[in-house]
């Protein structure tokens, strides 16, 4: 089965710099992969996605990259915020049973401090 | 949360009693999906609908059912619950399966068994 671990369970940021975030996946590569964020008390909130033929990604503040050779995603956020501040989760999505499921890691805590 | 609401939002249980989770969307996608979300798993898919009496099975499957009567409802079953079986509960929807994959996340139930 597909194994996804994201590089810590907690990053502590200064705010103003830039937040990395690692994602490495096992066993096959993924068609897509694509990131959440979620604040405590809610679900997931769908952030950006990126294809398996994309070197990278960007929307706004945020910057995905995604290496099939080493199996791995970076996602950034430059010019961090307070309001950054939440639980990231990264998830790829392979086909299964005719259609395609997302299975999820168990996410990175972000705390951007003032 | 775009559209998605989870029924009931909280919920306290006894061991063996059965427990029905709804969610609801007036967004007319046709995927819907109910995960559950434990510390140190992350976020695990449980069943899934690709349509209006379709649906398969997840990662975690055991102890649940699902039915899905109407492209708007999906409804979540444990038959019987057990401990292992306190939770959140995440429904989410999605338009499609494959590159444009989505998902969009309800507020989520938080379930207690006792």
């Known amino acids: 089965s597909q194994k996804i671990e994201q590089n810590s369970e907690a990053l502590n940021i200064q705010e103003g710099k830039t937040a990395t975030l690692t994602c490495n996946y096992t066993n096959y590569s993924p068609a897509y992969l694509q990131w959440y964020r979620q604040d405590p008390g809610r679900g997931p909130v769908f952030l950006l996605l990126i294809r398996e033929n994309e070197k990278e990604k960007r929307k706004e503040r945020l910057k995905v990259t995604f290496d099939t050779t080493l199996k791995q995603s970076l996602f950034h956020i430059t010019a961090s915020q307070p309001a950054d501040s939440a639980t990231y989760l990264c998830a790829l999505l392979y086909s299964g049973a005719g259609s395609y499921q997302l299975t999820f890691g168990k996410g990175t805590k972000l705390s951007v401090i003032p | 949360d775009a559209g998605i609401t989870q029924s009931p939002r909280h919920k306290v249980t006894e061991t063996g009693t059965p427990v029905t989770l709804r969610c609801h969307q007036t967004?007319?996608?046709?995927?819907m999906y109910w995960y559950r979300q434990d510390p140190g798993h992350g976020l695990r898919l449980i069943h899934y609908s690709y349509g209006v009496k379709d649906t398969d099975k997840g990662e975690v499957s055991d102890g649940y059912s699902v039915s899905r009567s109407k492209t708007e409802d999906f409804l979540l079953t444990l038959e019987s619950a057990t401990s292992s079986q306190t939770s959140v509960y995440f429904c989410?929807?999605?338009?499609?399966?494959?590159?444009?994959?989505?998902?969009?996340f309800g507020p989520g139930t938080r379930l207690t068994v006792l």
């Open positions: 989410a929807i999605s338009e499609s399966s494959g590159s444009h994959n989505e998902q969009f």
């Open positions: 967004e007319n996608h046709r995927y």
